[in-house]
Each structure stands twice: as structure tokens, then as C-alpha cells.
């Protein structure tokens, strides 16, 4: 990074974390759960000691906590909001929640620039691709999404409410101790983290709890547990189907690219074994001529930050400096009309 | 996305060189790293051989035109004859950013290449074997 680069402040706000930092950085300087507790304190220490209410930023979109987190941010991140543009990842489910969050930026948090772009093509730019079919296992959703030239295709795009948290449930048994509904859910994720495959073990797993004590789980469980993701049921098709439904509803154009640039991301795509799994129910499931790929990360670690990641790059881009939304621009244009204009989605 | 990379006058003459000219076989372009420009990395002679072409494509992404000629199977066969453009972008060895540069910079060239009728993107050297540019010239 040379001198004459002007840093920025990217930012992926999502259900369960939301991750911030520079541009040029590789890993998100301040990190933490989309969370907060009645009084406003931020952080895990604070949500997972007392009895007091978790509150939920996103899910639903609560203005006031939001603007909390982004004051919150700028400050851990040591940093002057007047000072620094913005990229923020683009989750947002309506246009309203958008508009709403562009009007907290430049009014209240008074950034001087602004720009967003959707988290699967922030996720297919730091595998340094331009088009994928990314497959976004998030917390308490998973998206699967064509990017096409860097253009989320959002009339293929497919959302279903499973993502990673549905997988902490069986594990809650496990924690035993006096604890708040949100640190127990943390305990269970991390013995998820431990102990989840869906490879195949010679001897039955074992996760050693804080007291000593250690937990085991035979294979058939575990497979069980982590098969939600590919079984169907009721709302869900399983999301080897989320793929292969934007594959076939694909310009024929773009169905190679898309079957040969297949990126799983998300910490769930971490689990050993998923991504073999995941290429081999694919390709057994994918239309003739199409051959699947399936894109990696440098590392393993790039699937929880890939968003932030491919947003400190693109925003890095010295030819990226003419598309940010200005302040004053916002302002002259009639407000929102102008990131409908320069942000493509 | 066009994220406004800048592309040198130079990029478009070569083209129409190529093209309406038919001076080369092929150009191959680069992205200046310094001046956040799309320049002409070099140019094939009209009768370079493919494997020529493919030479150039080593550890750092490109962008090409390649005026690809080729015959069908039907009986008589017929000619074929179209500019394909060829994003090269190797995974190995390649910073993700630069990575990144190139592929944010495609639309601002493609947009400047008037009559480029198919686009393959290439990670590893058999997806630019001949065999791949021919299928799909051919489909």
C-alpha cells in the first residue's frame, strides 16, 4: 500500500456479527455480535454476563440500535466518522432498511462518502473472481446468488431461513452451568465448532468442556445433525437445490461459468468434509456439459470474513475513488435516487 | 461492474488493427499497475500459432483478443471465424488484489472492443488449450 492510497472503513453488518475495518487489510479490525444489551453496551463480555435482554439489531432492522452499532464502530475502530468514506456490504432486505441506513450515514454519523454493493459479490471479488454462484451459509439464513461481472443477479437469488444456528440446538444439552440464554447458545456453538463433521472418524469424537469433563458423539449423530443442510423439509429444498435451481433458471451463456465457479463461504462451509460433500451432491445433480468447480479461499479463515475482505480490495482500487456517493451529492440529487444510480445493488 | 479502470487509446487501435486491419492474430493486454490503465501487452503476427499465444500466458493475469478460425464438421465444412476474448487469470502465485484489479477491469475494456462475439475465462493453462477456445467458437 503506497502512501498516496487513501484508507476507508468497510463494514459487514450481519444477522449474528458484524465485522469492520480498513481497506488493505486482510482481517477486520473490530469484530463483534449484531447484538446489544438494553443499555446499549456492545461486545460479548457484555451480552453474556447477567439476566438482562439481548437485543437483535438486524431481524428485525431496529433503526436506533443501528445507528448505535455504527457510532460504536467508528469508535472502537479509533477513527472519526467525518473523516472516513464507507463501504457497507449490502444484506439489506428492503429498500426502505437501505434507505434508512444511507440516511443514518450521511445525517447523523456524518460520513463524508458512501458506497455499497451486495455481500456476494463482495464475496466472489476476494476469491478474485468477477462471476460465481456463491453459496452464503450465514447464521440464521443461507443465500445462494449468481454474480455475473460483479452484478448480483437477485431475480435467480435464493434465500431459506437455515444457516449455521440451527446447527448449535443439539449441542445445547451439553452446556450445564448457570448461564444467559445468549452465552449458552455461544457454548453450544463452540462444541458444534469442536466436535461437527461430516467426515467419517474412526473413534467416537470428544470435546472437552470447561469443567473437565469431556462430551462424546458418535458419527451417525453427527452426520444427522449436520445434514440439515443438504436434507429437505417443509421451508427448505436443501442447498445443493438453492444451486442447481439458479443454475437451471441461468442464461445459457452463463451456466458454464456458473457450474465452474462454485464459492461456498460462511463459517458453516468450514465443517470438515462439507465441501467435498457439497462437490460431490453437486456434481451427481448437475445438468450435462456443465462441470462443477468448486473455488477456494487462500484459507479456511477467508470464509468468515470474505465479505469484509473482497470490500477492503475493491475499496482499495484506485479506480474504484470515482464511484463513491458524496455527501453533497446526496444531498443536491433528492437523496436516495443517487445510490440507486451509482451503487449497482 | 465498471468500476472505471482507464483503457489507453493504444488498446482500441490494435483492436480495429486486428480486426479490421487483420495485422495480427492476436493482442494481448496488461494492466499497468502505476498509471490504473489497460495497456497493449503484445501483439501476434497474422500467422502465430496458438501455442505461441498460450506462451504468453503465464503468472499474472491478461486480457486477449484472439482471431480464431475454425472449421465445423459438416460436410463441406464450414469456415468459422470470431474474435474471442480471453480473460486470463491464473489462481496460483497472484495476489488476490491484483487478481482483483484485473477482474474489476474487464468491463472497462470489454466496453471498448466493438464485435467481440465469445468470452472464455481461464484459471489454469487447460482452460485455454485450444481445444477449449475451438468448442466454443464452434458453439
Known amino acids: 500500500m503506497n502512501s498516496d492510497e487513501i484508507i476507508s472503513v ?20 473490530w469484530s463483534t455480535f449484531t447484538k446489544c444489551t438494553e443499555t446499549m453496551q456492545f461486545g460479548d463480555e457484555s451480552l453474556g454476563y447477567g439476566n438482562g435482554q439481548v437485543l437483535d439489531i438486524l431481524q428485525p432492522f431496529n433503526p436506533d440500535l443501528y445507528e448505535n452499532l455504527l457510532k460504536k464502530m467508528f469508535e472502537k475502530l479509533g477513527v472519526q466518522s467525518k473523516d472516513y468514506s464507507l463501504l457497507l456490504a449490502n444484506n439489506f432486505q428492503t429498500k426502505h432498511d437501505l434507505q434508512k441506513v444511507v440516511e443514518i450515514l450521511f445525517e447523523s454519523v456524518e460520513i463524508p462518502n458512501f458506497f455499497t454493493i451486495r455481500n456476494a459479490a463482495l464475496s466472489t471479488f476476494s476469491a478474485g473472481r468477477s ?34 444456528e440451527i446447527l448449535n440446538e443439539p449441542f445445547r444439552q451439553y452446556v450445564v452451568g448457570e448461564y444467559n440464554q445468549f452465552k449458552k447458545t455461544c457454548l453450544a456453538r463452540d462444541i458444534k465448532q469442536g466436535l461437527l463433521t461430516y467426515e467419517q ?23 444427522e445433525i449436520a445434514d440439515k443442510l443438504f436434507n429437505s423439509n417443509d421451508n427448505f429444498k436443501g442447498i445443493q437445490h438453492m444451486l442447481l435451481d439458479i443454475i437451471n433458471n441461468s442464461v445459457n451463456d452463463i ?41 477456494m479461499y487462500p484459507s479456511n479463515q477467508n470464509r468468515y470474513h470474505s465479505v469484509f475482505i473482497g470490500g477492503s480490495i475493491l475499496a482499495s482500487l484506485s479506480s474504484f475513488q470515482s464511484l463513491w456517493v458524496a455527501k453533497n451529492e446526496y444531498q443536491e440529487s433528492g437523496k436516495f435516487s443517487i445510490i440507486e444510480r451509482k451503487c449497482p445493488n | 461492474m465498471n468500476v472505471g479502470t482507464n483503457v489507453s487509446d493504444d488498446c482500441v487501435t490494435e483492436f480495429n488493427n486486428l480486426k479490421l486491419g487483420k495485422q495480427y492474430r492476436y493482442v494481448i493486454y496488461r494492466l499497468d499497475k502505476d498509471k490504473n490503465e489497460i495497456v497493449v501487452d503484445h501483439k501476434g503476427a497474422r500467422d502465430s500459432t496458438y501455442a505461441e499465444f498460450v506462451s504468453h500466458l503465464q503468472n499474472e493475469s491478461r486480457y486477449a483478443v484472439y482471431d480464431y478460425h475454425a472449421q465445423t464438421d459438416d460436410v463441406p465444412p ?31 475494456l470489454k466496453k471498448k472492443l466493438n464485435g467481440l462475439s465469445k468470452e472464455i475465462q481461464a484459471n489454469e493453462p487447460s482452460e485455454v488449450e485450444e481445444a477449449e477456445i475451438k468448442k466454443t467458437v464452434l458453439n
Open chain 1, 255 to 295: 451456466k458454464q461459468q456458473l457450474c465452474s465457479t462454485v464459492i461456498s463461504t460462511g463459517g458453516s462451509s468450514n465443517i470438515p468434509g462439507f465441501l467435498n460433500k457439497l462437490q460431490t451432491t453437486l456434481s451427481a445433480l448437475a445438468p450435462p456439459m456443465c462441470k462443477i468447480k468448486l473455488v
Open chain 1, 131 to 164: 462471476t460465481a454462484l456463491i453459496l452464503d451459509i450465514g447464521a440464521y439464513s443461507t443465500t445462494a446468488s449468481a454474480v455475473h461481472d460483479g452484478y448480483t443477479l437477485l431475480k435467480t437469488q435464493i434465500q431459506a431461513p437455515i444457516g449455521g
Open chain 1, 10 to 29: 468497510v463494514a459487514d453488518i450481519g444477522n449474528l456479527y458484524t465485522r469492520a475495518g480498513f481497506t488493505g487489510d486482510d482481517f477486520p479490525r
Open chain 2, 78 to 108: 464450414r469456415q468459422i471465424e470470431k474474435l474471442v476474448f480471453i480473460f486470463w487469470s491464473p489462481d496460483t502465485n497472484q495476489p488476490v488484489k491484483q487478481k482483483m484489479a484485473y477482474a474489476a477491469g474487464k468491463e472497462a
Open chain 1, 201 to 223: 472418524i474412526d473413534t467416537t469424537q470428544q470435546y472437552e468442556l470447561p469443567d473437565g469433563k469431556f462430551i462424546q458423539m458418535q458419527q451417525a449423530q453427527l452426520s
